[in-house]
């Protein structure tokens, strides 16, 4: 199966004045839904004006000095906002999506497994629950196989910067 994300990493390019953005500058990033595709626009820090319509999630950041290798700074938080904003969707690249983010956040421990269960149409649900807010979660299960959850792994790494 292939996914069908069309999503940029970073762009290193202001999105409200054209600029460049170079290593060391701060800037804004934002992931917004933009006719049904996700879509990831950076700002520079003085250009910022609060997240754009459709945002998904944004956080700041400082463009890397090209010459040093990047360790990635997972931000549960931002992780949490994108999970957050997929819940109920219908799309099944959303809900392949949100199912590794979940992945993801139990790895860091942010969502803690509870329970299982199977759908009368035989389908699967994950129950996790939040460690900071305790809120309670449904997952559908998309059955992707490892070669399929690597692949929306890796373009939820895309999208956010981390790779």
């Known amino acids: 199966m292939a996914t069908d994300f069309e ?6 390019r ?21 006719d049904g595709k996700f879509v990831r626009t950076d700002f520079a820090a003085d250009a910022w004006q ?8 944004f956080w700041a950041g400082r463009i ?9 700074i ?13 819940a109920g969707s219908p799309n099944p690249t959303r809900v392949n999506f ?10 860091r421990k ?5 329970d299982a269960r199977r759908n009368p149409d ?10 900071k807010t305790g809120a309670r979660h449904e997952v559908p299960d998309p059955r992707l196989n490892e070669a399929e959850i690597t692949a929306v792994q890796d373009e939820v790494f895309q999208v956010l910067g981390w790779d």
């Open 7 to 12: 999503i940029q990493g970073p762009t290193r």
């Open 14 to 34: 202001c999105a409200a004045t054209g600029r460049e953005l170079n290593p060391g500058d701060r800037f804004y990033g934002a992931l917004v839904d933009a």
């Open 50 to 57: 609060g997240p754009p319509p459709g945002a998904i999630a």
């Open 64 to 72: 890397p000095a090209s010459d040093r290798p990047r360790k990635p």
């Open 74 to 86: 997972f931000n549960d938080e931002l992780l949490v906002d994108c999970f957050s904003h997929l």
């Open 98 to 107: 949100r199912y590794v983010v979940a992945l993801l956040l139990m790895r």
């Open 110 to 114: 942010r969502l803690k497994f509870e």
């Open 122 to 131: 035989g389908s699967q649900v994950l129950i996790v629950r939040d460690a």
